[in-house]
């Protein structure tokens, strides 16, 4: 009934962004078992791992935000996306408790600076006010399922290569990157259209 409020540019390309939460949540999920599995951390230290991860989401979800307040949202959470994507990758060369450590402060940061920029994202992309309630809960559901889907597909994925983490992260870092396309793809169509109707120049310094 209300799926004419979804249709629209950049609206489907955001909810095929729901790759993307394929991988976001897997660290959150498995940094405590591969602590202890692979670095070989105590129980205790390996949930000081998590709780580090949580903790430095809260800078995380303040200075994007404050950034994407000058530059535009879009313009924000792309390039946040791909440093999340990346640093997903660069998991896998993690071998040491120190190295642990730096990792889960910078991914927290990133992670949870994408937390917070992605409902602004969607809502940056409805220029039809009427419909942007329906349009986020929508998307929002949508979303859910990948979320519920991601981290089982990465422990099946680990348990199918021996107990290694090396496929669960590729895949992880593989699904960000993917949702970071959809994204960028989003933002060039409202970035377009921005220049269509109010006769802009500069693809990249528009703020949107």
């Given amino acids: 009934m209300f799926w004419h409020k979804y249709r629209g ?4 390309l955001v909810a095929d962004k729901k790759q993307f939460f394929l991988g976001l949540y897997f660290a959150f999920y498995y940094i405590a078992s591969f602590s202890r599995d692979i670095i070989g951390l105590s129980y205790t230290d390996s949930l000081n791992l998590l709780m580090v991860m949580n903790a430095v989401g809260y800078p995380g979800r303040l200075l994007p935000n404050h950034i994407a307040d000058r530059v535009g949202t879009l313009n924000m959470l792309v390039p946040v996306t791909g440093i999340a994507g990346i640093c997903m990758l660069c998991w896998m060369a993690v071998k040491s408790t120190t190295g642990l450590y730096v990792w889960c ?21 409805t220029t039809d006010l009427q419909k942007a309630g329906v349009r986020m809960g929508m998307i929002f559901t949508i979303v859910s399922f990948a979320t519920l889907a991601g981290p ?8 199918s290569c021996g107990g290694k983490y090396y496929g669960a992260q590729a895949f992880a870092g593989a699904a960000i990157l993917l949702g970071m396309g959809f994204l960028a793809a989003a933002r060039e169509v409202k970035v ?9 120049e500069g693809r990249w310094g528009i703020k949107v």
Wanted: without cysteine; hydrophobic residues 40%.
């Fill in 9 to 12: 540019r950049g609206g489907g």
């Fill in 105 to 125: 402060i910078f991914y927290g940061t990133v992670a949870g600076g994408i937390q917070s920029l992605f409902p602004a994202g969607a809502s940056r992309l």
């Fill in 152 to 159: 089982p597909i990465a422990g099946a994925i680990v348990k």
């Fill in 192 to 200: 377009r259209r921005e220049m269509r109707e109010k006769g802009l």
